[in-house]
Nanobody
Framework: QVQLVESGGGLVQAGGSLRLSCVAS????????MAWFRQAPGKEREFVAG????????SYADFEKGRFAISRENGKNMAYLQMASLQPEDTAVYYC??????????????????WGQGTQVTVSS
């Protein structure tokens, strides 16, 4: 049974940092490209960042402006999203997702095969 579990979300003040983690089980993470998405209340789910299967290529949404960094450790079946200089508009549920699609990363949520349950990130002003 494939399972993705995110952790690391929470409440942080504007300007603060968080590191999200995603652990995969039931599959070999190295066989999938991976991405983080987010969904704020009343808004559509949007792409945040993606990383290739080997972790040698990354792609970011324009809004993150160099504040976020995606990484992975295939040997541990883990992936991460380091977020800095967080702003209230970053408040959302953050999801990790996996896709068998080849690079360049797809930013369409429908192209992803597996999803975690999400972790809430709340940034106060």
């Amino acid at each position: 049974q494939v399972q993705l579990v995110e952790s690391g979300g929470g409440l942080v003040q504007a300007g603060g940092s968080l590191r999200l983690s995603c652990v995969a089980s039931g599959l070999a993470l190295s066989n999938y490209a991976m991405a983080w998405f987010r969904q704020a209340p009343g808004k559509e789910r949007e792409f945040v960042a993606g990383i290739s299967r080997r972790g040698d290529m990354t792609s970011y949404a324009d809004f993150e402006k160099g504040r976020f960094a995606i990484s992975r450790e295939n040997g541990k079946n883990m992936a991460y999203l380091q977020m800095a200089s967080l702003q209230p508009e970053d408040t959302a549920v953050y999801y990790c997702a996996l896709t068998v699609a080849v690079w360049p990363v797809t930013r369409r949520s429908n192209d992803y095969d597996y999803w975690g349950q999400g972790t809430q990130v709340t940034v106060s002003s």
